[in-house]
């Protein structure tokens, strides 16, 4: 079965700031990734996937996210945050075949104006 | 529909009391999740509906929880003689295949 772990549980950073938000997945084989949000009493929206092809996806909001097999990694980036940007993020990995979506344990993300 | 719809949304229930919670998927969606975030901890999976197969139910915590979808559409989570631990957002979310999962605004049940 899968498995998916998010190495920073809550990252506060000032406006304009860089971010890198980690994600690493185990599974043996072939998988489709992702990374939802959550802000503030909104319900979980997609930011970005992986299904196939380039390994560097861009998704909506500026944000972005590189998957590295070798390192069973799929880190979500964003050159410069913004107050707006305040919400949990979580990644998630299901077969490429189909399958269960699991989740991470959720980041959250606190950008101070 | 035009998104997943779940009801209720705010459930209070007294300790040992049996809850039900409904989904309503997207139309044409084959696969359905089921989901509890408690303060802290994320998206624990819970059960997993595909077409015609069996369901996956290895998330299920105990034997006080269960779900069906009936007619590969709507489905119902049902909770048993409810602890306080119990207490959380479910979520329902579904999807096509192999895409992407739209979720639900989620059910909040209490337990007092």
């Known amino acids: 079965a899968q498995s998916v772990s998010q190495h920073n549980h809550h990252v506060i950073l000032s406006e304009a700031a860089s971010l890198e938000l980690g994600c690493n997945y185990s599974?043996?084989?072939?998988?489709?990734l992702f990374w939802y949000v959550q802000y503030p009493g909104q319900h979980l929206q997609l930011l970005l996937k992986?299904?196939?092809?380039?390994?560097l996806v861009k998704g909506i909001k500026g944000f972005e996210a590189e998957f590295i097999k070798s390192k069973f990694s799929f880190n979500l980036r964003k050159p410069s945050v913004q107050w707006s940007d305040t919400a949990e993020y979580f990644c998630a990995v299901t077969p490429a075949q189909g399958g269960k979506l699991i989740f991470g344990q959720g980041t959250e993300l606190s950008v101070k104006p | 529909g035009a998104g997943v719809s779940q009801s209720p949304s705010n459930k209070v229930t007294e300790k040992g009391k049996d809850v039900e919670l409904r989904c309503d998927p997207i139309?044409?969606?084959?696969?359905l999740y089921w989901y509890r975030q408690s303060l802290g901890q994320g998206l624990e999976f819970l059960i997993y509906?595909?077409?015609?197969?069996?369901?996956?139910k290895s998330g299920l915590p105990s034997d006080r929880f269960s779900a069906e979808r009936t007619g590969g559409s709507v489905s119902t989570l049902t909770i048993q003689r409810t602890q306080q631990e119990d207490s959380a957002v479910y979520l329902c979310a579904s999807s096509l295949r192999v895409t992407e999962a739209f979720f639900g605004q989620g059910t909040r049940l209490t337990v007092v």
């Open positions: 139309s044409g969606h084959t696969a």
């Open positions: 992986y299904f196939s092809g380039d390994p």
């Open positions: 599974y043996g084989g072939t998988v489709n």
């Open positions: 509906f595909q077409g015609n197969s069996a369901p996956d």
